[in-house]
């Protein structure tokens, strides 16, 4: 049984008096790849269960034993983002978008969290230097058209932190179309304000990235913050995660894409599990990801079915699943990459990992 130290830290300056605080417990885990404990109580109270292997949101939020497990392909950068640092703060991979690193904090921190080389490591938002730099980066590099505000949650910023980013980058390029990547909506959704959603109204060509796993996500404080962004007029998009007795059968994704369509939010991805340290628990095989997202097709219309995809181990990229597998061997599933190279991902045994919840 993992060790844990609970303290309480503080909550994001515009969360309402409902929202926070968030609690925190840290200890037990690999010091390398280590995610603290953090959840909001908003998102507890969506649990029916303190018992993370029987409930599907408290699997999100609580630590576990398996974590402790790390497998020898696992790491704290599944997806390889150091290696495609353009500056401090800045990932670069795709050739017309990077990726800004705001804020290393959340309101949850949850168990899957593929970003656990930054997320919760103390190394807070990011500077003016470094936005400077940024910036510097930006002006000299035009192909980049998109940027993406992550972390950590940018939501954790206060409203006037966040509208000076969104300043400072439209002060480069007006046109930038600009992504908040935000469990916010998810796990404390009285963040998204009226006073937020009027400050993000004045700027053009705004989408939010959500994250919702689980249909018991989509409650009526959800549903509420959903509208707030689209009466704002920013479209709001999903990436949900397969996870392994969180979401892995065709009722859960089919209840959880028709809620997030009802609610406005357009389902965009369904991410295979990526090689994190400690998370070998939550990943499904491939094979069993494509089996239920044939079936899904069979139910669902174009619109409410996201795109089946894998970020390639070490930074090979993201790739939809099945029209990019070339051909599955005994030890790996081989994939062509986005370079016109074969990756590899490991053919993980379901049954010889920790136990199925
Ligand atoms: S909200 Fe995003 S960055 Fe934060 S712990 Fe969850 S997955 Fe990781």
Not at 6 to 28: A, D, H, Y
Not at 209 to 214: E, F, L, M
Not at 244 to 258: Q, S
Request: glycine share 8%; charged share 25%; proline share 7%.
């Amino acid at each position: 049984m993992l060790a844990l130290m609970r303290t309480i830290i503080e909550r994001p300056e515009q969360s309402g008096p409902e929202g926070g605080p968030v609690e925190e417990l840290s200890g037990g885990v690999d010091p390398k790849t280590r995610l603290p404990f953090g959840v909001s109580r908003y998102y507890a109270a969506l649990a029916r269960s303190s018992d993370p292997a029987s409930d599907p949101i408290a699997a999100q939020y609580l630590p576990s034993a398996d974590e402790l497990v790390t497998l020898p392909y696992e790491t704290g950068d599944p997806i390889g983002d150091n290696r495609y640092l353009a500056a401090e703060r800045l990932v670069h991979h795709y050739p017309d978008r990077a990726l800004l690193l705001v804020n290393d904090r959340c309101a949850t921190y949850c168990r899957h969290c593929f970003r656990r080389h930054f997320t919760g490591h103390g190394r807070g938002r990011i500077t003016e230097e470094q936005l400077d730099a940024v910036c510097a980066y930006l002006r000299r590099t035009p192909a980049v058209r998109e940027l993406l505000l992550s972390g950590g949650d940018p939501l954790m910023l206060s409203d006037r932190e966040i509208e000076h980013l969104i300043e400072r980058l439209k002060q480069v390029d007006p046109d930038y179309v600009i992504r908040l990547c935000t469990r916010m909506p998810v796990v404390l959704p009285s963040r998204v304000t009226e006073a937020f959603v009027g400050m993000l109204s004045r700027f053009d060509s705004l989408w939010a990235v959500i994250h919702a796993n689980h249909p018991r996500e989509l409650t009526e404080e959800f549903r509420l913050a959903v509208r707030r962004l689209l009466r704002a007029g920013v479209p709001v998009v999903n990436q949900a995660v397969l996870l392994r007795g969180v979401n892995d059968d065709v009722a859960t994704l089919e209840a959880l894409f028709r809620g997030l369509l009802r609610s406005g939010v357009k389902p965009y991805y369904l991410f295979q599990g990526d090689l994190a340290a400690g998370t070998a628990h939550f990943r499904v095989s491939i094979e069993r990801g494509i089996a239920i997202m044939r079936e899904l097709r069979s139910r669902l219309s174009g619109l409410a079915l996201p795109t089946y995809a894998v970020d390639l181990p070490g930074g090979g990229g993201k790739v939809p699943v099945e029209a990019a597998l070339l051909r599955i061997e005994a030890d790996a599933y081989v994939f062509r990459g986005p370079d016109g190279g074969e990756h590899r991902y490991p053919r993980e045994s379901e049954l010889a990992g920790p136990a199925r919840r």
